[in-house]
């Protein structure tokens, strides 16, 4: 069963911008942490950013700066919009979540691909 949906992905020219979004079944309770994950083929799948419960975010060197997550805690969703896109930020991406007993939930992925 699909407990996490990401969207927003889609092709953009380098320089551009994307917004995504990952919605939570509200059968996910007591979420502690959501994260955005990316995955390109032949490569581990790599922590983008974070947001706990609390608010507090934490990014990857490489998007430091560009992008920016947040959540909507009553909508249990989160975003991450992405700017300044880059070639190289090319890669499917995931949603993740845990919740406060550790249990972790991962959505289908969203292709975003950055090309002239």
């Known amino acids: 069963q699909v407990q996490l949906v990401e969207s927003g992905g889609g092709l953009v020219q380098p320089g551009g911008s994307l917004r995504l979004s990952c919605a939570a079944s509200?059968?996910?309770?007591?979420?502690?942490?959501m994260a955005w994950y990316r995955q390109t083929p032949g490569k581990q799948r790599e922590l983008v950013a974070s947001?706990?419960?609390?608010?507090?975010?934490d990014y990857d060197d490489s998007v430091e700066g560009r992008f920016t997550i947040s959540k909507d805690n009553a909508k249990n969703t989160v975003y991450l919009q992405m700017n300044s896109l880059k070639p190289e930020d090319t890669a499917v991406y995931y949603c993740?979540?845990?919740?406060?007993?550790?249990?972790?939930?991962w959505g289908q992925g969203t292709q975003v691909t950055v090309s002239s």
């Open positions: 993740y979540a845990k919740d406060i007993v550790q249990r972790g939930y």
């Open positions: 509200r059968f996910i309770f007591n979420i502690n942490t």
């Open positions: 947001i706990t419960k609390a608010g507090y975010t």
